[in-house]
């Protein structure tokens, strides 16, 4: 059973950084490519990044410069460094895997708000 747990989400002032976390079970971590999306209020999911396996990344435009992903294989773990905040990054944040989107599995995911 695939499980994605989300956790860092916090109230912080703009200009501020936080750290996202998302551990992982069910997976075989090795060999997937994971994923953090965001969700604002009445707004649709929106990817952020990617790290595959052996640490090769994306970061979507929006956020580039400002966030990065990283992962530890060996805690079946990822993270998001998200730095200079603003308040449009308020949302619920989500790790997933690229491989195990089409199943429409999702975690709780974190809150994150970011006061003006």
């Known amino acids: 059973q695939v499980e994605f747990v989300e956790s860092g989400g916090d109230l912080v002032q703009s200009g501020g950084s936080l750290r996202l976390s998302c551990v992982t079970s069910?997976?075989?971590?090795?060999?997937?490519?994971m994923q953090w999306h965001r969700q604002a209020p009445g707004k649709e999911r929106e990817f952020l990044a990617q790290?595959?396996?052996?640490?090769?990344?994306e970061i979507a435009d929006s956020v580039k410069g400002r966030f990065t992903i990283s992962r530890d294989n060996g805690k079946e773990a990822i993270y998001l460094q998200m730095n200079d905040l603003k308040p449009e990054d308020t949302a619920v944040y989500y790790c997933?895997?690229?491989?195990?989107?089409?199943?429409?599995?999702w975690g709780r995911g974190t809150q994150v708000t970011v006061s003006s």
């Open positions: 069910g997976l075989i971590f090795g060999a997937v490519d």
């Open positions: 790290v595959m396996p052996a640490g090769e990344i």
């Open positions: 997933n895997a690229r491989q195990i989107l089409p199943t429409g599995l």
